[in-house]
């Protein structure tokens, strides 16, 4: 069943014509509809298979030991950055398809407040408990041999993001370690850096980019800044999920499994909010919003919630920064190393383009024989 739903997967692929936004990022609605459809329907097949696992013990166990996590360290953050003010604002979102949720405001703002009294388990719970993550384009991006490492942003200016994200076997509902988490965005003006692209930052740049290693609890946590926007695409974070790598000394990693691709989107409101201060202000390039992105359908289905809880750390000030967590339930069945279009290679010397990736297409090439 897995493997012809792949098939169909990579028909698709080859079936409509393209457009593009930055060289590489192939946009078509019809494409992306049939794709999402393909990738819904691996949620689905293990649906079924997840139904009794959402109360089950460990389930329970993870989301307490969760919710004491995310206090500790959104009580940590506020530290750091010399925070005393009251009444942290937080958003919620209910499970519902995209659509839905790209229609309703979900803005809690002065709805929900923490206050010492609020138990931890209600501001702090994760989305979603052992319900599979829909499986979303790699992106003409992806730069092979990141670096291992949580902070990301190498002086890059924008509002912090701390990120924390939690992995799940779908398989057994349990937290899976020693995963390698693989995560890649633009900057606050829509700029990937590692790539030679026309408008891009250039091979010798790794910023926001990197890997981290799931910890006991499938956790990793990144500090990163909220992403901007390009033309033509919602404000997102790419992630893939690798197991089986291997760490190198000069901690980068090769080899492995890729189990899953997806990437985050936010709350259209926290989009607009941030979008009004420096130097996100200073992108001059049309924003896409989610309703419209070709690429946000296969984020959402009636049973996983694809945007991150957050917390403002500071709610009167939001250039003081973000705590963000969500949980990304995968399928460790499914390999989807063969989707893994590698734009450019990272190495001691910096980074080199990979001569068998077409960056005007987005796409590699099959093998010749001759």
């Not at 599979?132 to 670096?147: A, K, R």
């Not at 790539?195 to 790794?206: E, Y």
């Not at 946590?221 to 974070?237: K, L, N, S, V």
């Not at 989107?265 to 309703?291: C, E, G, M, V």
């Amino acid at each position: 069943m897995y493997s012809s739903l792949l098939a169909v997967g990579a028909l698709a692929a080859t079936l409509f014509p393209t457009a593009l936004a930055h060289p590489g990022e192939r946009i078509d609605v019809a494409e992306a509809s049939l794709d999402a459809r393909v990738k819904h329907a691996f949620a689905d097949l293990d649906y079924s298979e997840l139904s009794q696992c959402g109360n089950n013990v460990d389930s329970r166990l993870r989301a307490e030991q969760a919710s004491k996590r995310r206090m500790e360290t959104f009580l940590r953050l506020r530290q750091e950055r010399g925070i005393s003010s009251n009444h942290p604002y937080v958003h919620r979102r209910n499970n519902a398809d995209f659509a839905k949720w790209a229609a309703t405001s979900h803005d809690k703002t002065g709805a929900l407040k923490y206050t010492t009294d609020t138990p931890n388990a209600e501001i702090f719970r994760a989305n979603s408990t052992c319900v599979l993550t829909p499986d979303n384009i790699i992106g003409p991006y992806f730069v092979h041999g990141e670096q291992i490492r949580s902070n990301i942003v190498e002086g890059h200016r924008g509002v912090p993001l701390h990120l924390e994200m939690s992995f799940v076997n779908t398989q057994n509902c349990k937290a899976t370690p020693n995963l390698l988490i693989d995560i890649w965005q633009c900057n606050a003006t829509g700029v990937y850096s590692g790539v030679s692209a026309a408008g891009q930052a250039g091979l010798k740049t790794t910023f926001l980019r990197g890997v981290q290693q799931t910890s006991t609890d499938g956790v990793v946590e990144f500090d990163t800044i909220f992403p901007g926007h390009y033309q033509g695409r919602a404000t997102h974070i790419h992630v893939s999920v690798h197991s089986g790598a291997t760490v190198l000394p000069n901690n980068t990693y090769t080899g492995g499994t890729i189990h899953h691709i997806s990437q985050l989107f936010f709350d259209q409101a926290l989009i607009n909010k941030i979008a009004q201060t420096a130097p996100y202000n200073t992108n001059r390039a049309p924003r896409t919003s989610n309703a419209a992105d070709m690429y946000t359908g296969y984020s959402a289905t009636s049973a996983y919630d694809p945007f991150p809880e957050y917390v403002l750390l500071d709610a009167n000030d939001i250039t003081k920064g973000i705590f963000m967590w969500i949980e990304i339930s995968f399928n460790q069945r499914v390999d989807y190393s063969a989707y893994k279009t590698i734009a450019a290679y990272l190495g001691k010397d910096g980074g080199t383009d990979n001569r068998a990736f077409d960056m005007r297409k987005g796409i590699t090439p099959p093998p010749t024989h001759g």
